[in-house]
């Protein structure tokens, strides 16, 4: 389902936002944050580009994690 159309189907929508670390090491932890984000149920979860491109290498990967790992919409 795209996120527009959630915004037609319910009256409230609730979303997470998530920031990619800027360091590979930190992925872990990201990975972690995820996990802990699908346990409040959002309809969706974005994840920042980034200002100036500096974690825009991470954001399609971390994405991708989202929707296929924990099945939320991204």
């Known amino acids: 389902m795209q996120i527009s159309q959630t915004f037609k189907r319910k009256p409230c929508v609730f979303s997470i936002e998530c920031f990619p670390p800027k360091q590979t090491a930190n992925f872990g932890k ?3 944050a995820l996990r ?3 346990t409040l149920n959002p309809d969706f979860i974005s994840v920042t580009y980034g200002a100036g491109g500096s974690t825009s290498k ?5 994405a991708s994690k989202i929707q296929n790992t ?3 919409p991204a």
């Open 70 to 72: 924990y099945h939320v």
């Open 36 to 38: 802990t984000m699908r």
């Open 58 to 62: 991470r954001t399609v990967e971390i």
């Open 30 to 32: 990201m990975k972690d």
